[in-house]
């Protein structure tokens, strides 16, 4: 079996905008904060895994700028292993994204950049990190046959695979039966099976919709209700964790999926490493940004024993 946890996604610049509300079609607004940070999905399951204490190998492509300078400095910060493309001629992607400045929710719009340009091969190139990991994460913000190739080469390797449907766009139906976890969030998961989650016993019913297209667990995020982990053989509801005062919910998925994942490689049972990706979210929620959000494993562990003592 391999080590740690190898992740295929994007990175991108994030420049976030804090407000009382987003503006109208041709309104402008004046808001109260303004950052740029490192973000897309992939980087920052990735950071989450190396903080969480896991081996983290981070599959993309980036350009030869100033933005890809940011990523390459906070995987070193964090302690990602970079297994990248730079280009000459494709800039490294951006997000917008906006953050109410009362309750932390946020709208974002990403743009790839040069990660929108991975192939599947390009993951054939890199496939020795994701046979030599325990665990492999994708999500959908670069292409879509690339994350069913990095999936295809996991299962083959017989590496647990991970996938975020995020954001919630079509993909190959043969995605379903190539995860052993399939990770949407309420909003992902309700496009996915085409009703709402408005109940614990409609997530429950989504994860069935989401077994029976052959994925072998639906880890579901609920936001305020927490987390549901469904299989075949047990379904359990793990509540939200409140590790203070909530500023920013940009990243929190990634987050979970992160500190999963990371627990997931070091032997945790599936329960125990939902538990373990819930305390990661909720932490990275008191927190500004999206990967420098991202707690320490120690950071981690002190909330769960509080929570279990």
């Excluded at 950052?35 to 950071?47: D, E, I, L, R, Y």
């Excluded at 989450?48 to 400095?73: C, E, P, Q, Y």
């Excluded at 040069?114 to 091969?121: H, K």
Aim: charged share 20%; aromatic share 6%; glycine share 12%.
């Amino acid at each position: 079996m391999g080590e740690g946890v190898a992740i295929l996604g994007i990175f991108v610049a994030d420049t976030a905008y804090l407000a009382a509300r987003m503006p109208a079609i041709g309104e402008t607004v004046i808001g109260s904060g303004f950052s740029v940070g490192p973000g897309g999905k992939g980087s920052n399951q990735a950071v989450a895994v190396a903080r969480a204490g896991a081996r983290s190998r981070f599959i993309t492509k980036i350009g030869r700028d100033t933005f890809g300078d940011i990523g390459l400095k906070t995987w070193k910060n964090a302690g990602v292993e970079p297994v990248i493309q730079q280009m000459e001629d494709e800039a490294t992607g951006a997000a917008f994204i906006f953050v109410n400045d009362r309750t932390g929710d946020n709208a974002i719009i990403v743009c790839p950049g040069a990660a929108g340009t991975i192939t599947a091969a390009d993951v054939e190139a890199s496939r020795g990190a994701i046979e030599g990991s325990a665990v492999f994460v994708t999500q959908l913000e670069q292409p879509a046959e690339a994350a069913l190739r990095g999936l295809q080469i996991a299962r083959k390797a017989g590496v647990t695979t991970v996938f975020n449907p995020a954001p919630a766009i079509d993909f190959a139906k043969e995605v379903f039966e190539l995860s052993d976890y399939i990770a949407p969030n309420e909003t992902e998961a309700a496009m996915l099976v085409g009703f709402d989650l408005t109940t614990l016993d409609d997530a429950r019913r989504a994860g069935d919709v989401l077994l029976d297209r052959g994925a072998g667990t639906a880890l579901i995020t609920l936001g305020e209700r927490g987390a549901l982990c469904h299989s075949r053989e047990l379904s359990v509801h793990v509540p939200v964790m409140n590790a203070g005062q909530v500023v920013d919910t940009t990243g929190a998925g990634d987050a979970f999926v992160g500190g999963f994942s990371a627990a997931l490689a070091r032997g945790l049972k599936p329960v125990d490493a939902v538990r373990f990706g819930a305390a990661t979210a909720a932490i990275a929620v008191t927190r500004r940004g999206t990967a420098p959000a991202m707690p320490s494993k120690a950071e981690i562990e002190a909330l769960l024993a509080e929570r279990k003592g």
